[in-house]
Nanobody, 123 residues
Framework: QVQLVESGGGLVQAGGSLRLSCAASERTFSSVIMGWFRQAPGKEREFVAA????????YYAGSVKGRFTISRDNAKNTVYLQMNSLKPEDTAVYYC????????????????WGQGTQVTVSS
């Protein structure tokens, strides 16, 4: 069973950058898509970005397009989220997740989840 561990969170000033990593304990033979979600205080968990293991097709939420970039390294079983031009509104706990579905649409469509990493953006 796949275990996911996020890292790279921290405190950064508005306009700065952070790079998050999501490492899988072992190469998954069932997961199709890897995604990043976030949850801010008082808000529901929301989709941020996703990438396919095979082919590398990417998907982004409108709020992060042009600022965030998702990528993967199949050999290292790792997915990254490069976050640039950060805003205070980006402050949240960021979660890595994996789905076996071809077209996941909801958070509940993801089978495996990491424990989360805190990202705080100061103004």
């Amino acid at each position: 069973q796949v275990q996911l561990v996020e890292s790279g969170g921290g405190l950064v000033q508005a306009g700065g950058s952070l790079r998050l990593s999501c490492a899988a304990s072992e190469r998954t033979f069932s997961s199709v898509i890897m995604g990043w979600f976030r949850q801010a205080p008082g808000k529901e968990r929301e989709f941020v970005a996703a990438i396919r293991w095979s082919g590398g097709s990417t998907y982004y939420a409108g709020s992060v397009k042009g600022r965030f970039t998702i990528s993967r390294d199949n050999a290292k079983n790792t997915v990254y989220l490069q976050m640039n031009s950060l805003k205070p509104e980006d402050t949240a706990v960021y979660y890595c997740a994996a789905s076996t579905l071809r077209l996941p649409a909801l958070a509940s469509d993801y089978n495996y989840w990491g424990q989360g990493t805190q990202v705080t953006v100061s103004s």
